[in-house]
């Protein structure tokens, strides 16, 4: 064979494996996504299912039955993420404010002086409860008490996927009977 030819077949061949490598990298990509949304979804409805189960001797005050669908809601849709990716990464997530009342019966079960069982680290652990069945996991975090108020915030994540992470603060005032949740998701698609 001439140079030429052989060059020609080198260039040939190094384009079959660019060629090879873009539609692997884009398959790759493809399902990376799927898993996201997937993940996506399955977050959001373990999250409204704890938000629609409260704890024995809590009731909801907010946000009312009526309104919980459209508690932690999926916003925007994934065609919107899909069109947004095309020309920069996404980062988005959702939010849920819950307020509950807590009766005489749960607070002396959980003494303000315990880190470990006190009210704000039991209901923390309520909203985060089973996210490792999904992948997740985090350093878990006892609650700590100020003044009157209890307060216990952690994260849950998945090792090595930064894509989604979920975060819940809670704050329980003993004397008010009343505790605020706030629980949120993070996410990052590339």
């Known amino acids: 064979m001439k140079p030429s030819r052989l060059s020609l077949l080198a260039v040939l061949a190094s384009l079959l494996v660019v060629i090879s490598v873009t539609l692997i990298s884009a398959d790759q990509s493809l399902k990376s996504r799927d898993s996201f949304f997937a993940l996506r979804e399955e977050v959001n409805k373990h999250l409204l299912a704890r938000i629609a189960a409260p704890?024995?001797?809590?009731?909801?005050?907010?946000p009312v039955d009526e309104h919980l669908a459209l508690t932690l809601q999926l916003f925007p849709d994934r065609d919107f993420i899909e069109h947004t990716l095309k020309q920069r990464d996404w980062s988005g997530g959702t939010s849920a404010n819950i307020i509950l009342n807590l009766d005489e019966q749960f607070l002396a079960?959980?003494?303000?002086?315990?880190?470990?069982?006190?009210?704000?680290?039991?209901?923390?652990?309520?909203y985060l409860q089973?996210?490792?069945k999904l992948g997740f996991r985090g350093p878990g975090s006892p609650g700590c008490a100020v003044g009157m108020v209890q307060m216990a915030n952690d994260y849950r994540f998945v090792d090595g996927d930064p894509s989604i992470t979920v975060h819940a603060i809670v704050f329980v005032a003993p004397q008010e009977r009343q505790a605020i949740i706030r629980l949120e998701t993070h996410e990052r698609l590339r």
């Open 109 to 126: 079960q959980h003494p303000q002086g315990d880190s470990q069982s006190m009210m704000a680290t039991v209901l923390l652990e309520h």
């Open 55 to 62: 704890l024995p001797g809590t009731t909801r005050a907010l």
């Open 130 to 132: 089973d996210l490792e």
